[in-house]
């Protein structure tokens, strides 16, 4: 990256007029501080203003860290914060400095920083990931399923030939059975979930080696306030062929997109 250019690399949005520096705790131990207008200010540090880039994963992984890293201190300084995306950069431009146009943008988007500041007022984000064992599913499916049970003792008293055939009708009619299971406990989990938390969000669900993820869900919860949300967790945790993969607390990433 060029040592001419100027920018400055934005964090977060935090609710404070507060000027203040957070240490050398950037990216490349850049010092983070707070460019302040009004009761809003952009934590950031001074950079070149080209993107953060290189072609080494492990690199970009560990600016990623410190990035999430800075966040979370900001948070836990200032309370409550808008989070950027990694690599939000701010250049010099004609109509004034990186900081000035900072100011600027402070200024003409305040009253929508403010609505996204208020929604995620003393709040945090956690993430939630449901999972199952299809063969454990399948077979507790097998075991109490009758029209699946009349199927499996009619393959015994079948020919080779024709035992085969059914076999194929069996496994075909399972998968599905399974997959009307998984929209079941998808619905009920959602509805379960949704009664504990402020805010909810569907994400991408993720392959896994040896389960089958259900949901991914972001969740938007009062701070202290997690109490029955772990117990209804724990409960769909205990369910044979499940298991709960909960995290966070974290910076309200999924609930505010800041333009």
């Known amino acids: 990256m060029s040592q001419n250019s100027k920018g400055r690399y934005v ?6 007029g507060e000027k203040c520096s957070l240490g050398n705790i950037g990216l490349d131990n850049n010092e983070v501080y707070s460019i302040s207008h009004h009761d809003l200010c952009a934590v950031v540090h001074n950079c ?9 994963q492990e690199t970009v992984r560990q600016w990623v860290i410190v990035h999430q890293k800075v966040v979370e201190a900001a948070l836990n300084r200032f309370g409550t914060i808008l989070p950027m995306a990694f690599d939000t950069i ?37 993430g939630i990931q449901i999972s199952w064992e299809p063969k454990v599913i399948a077979a507790a499916i097998s075991r109490t399923a009758p029209h699946i049970q009349e199927l499996q003792a009619e393959i015994s008293s079948k020919s080779k030939g024709l035992a085969y055939m059914y076999r194929q009708r069996l496994e075909k009619l399972l998968k599905q059975e399974v997959e ?27 392959k896994q080696e040896d389960k089958q993820m259900l949901m991914n869900l972001s969740c938007l919860v009062p701070k202290g306030e997690t109490g029955l949300l772990a117990d209804e967790l724990g409960k769909i945790d205990d369910m044979d062929g499940l298991s709960v993969h909960f995290t966070g607390p974290w910076p309200p990433y999924s609930f505010v997109k800041v333009d």
């Open 11 to 16: 964090y977060c949005v935090a609710e404070s």
């Open 90 to 126: 701010v250049q010099d431009t004609d109509e004034g400095s990186a900081e000035d146009n900072i100011r600027k943008w402070l200024a003409a988007e305040r009253d929508k920083l403010k609505r996204k500041l208020d929604r995620v007022r003393d709040k945090e984000e956690y």
């Open 48 to 56: 070149p203003a080209e993107p953060y880039s290189s072609d080494e």
């Open 180 to 206: 009307r299971e998984a929209e079941r406990c998808f619905k009920d989990f959602y509805i379960r979930i949704k009664g504990c938390v402020s805010e909810l969000k569907v994400e991408r669900t993720k």
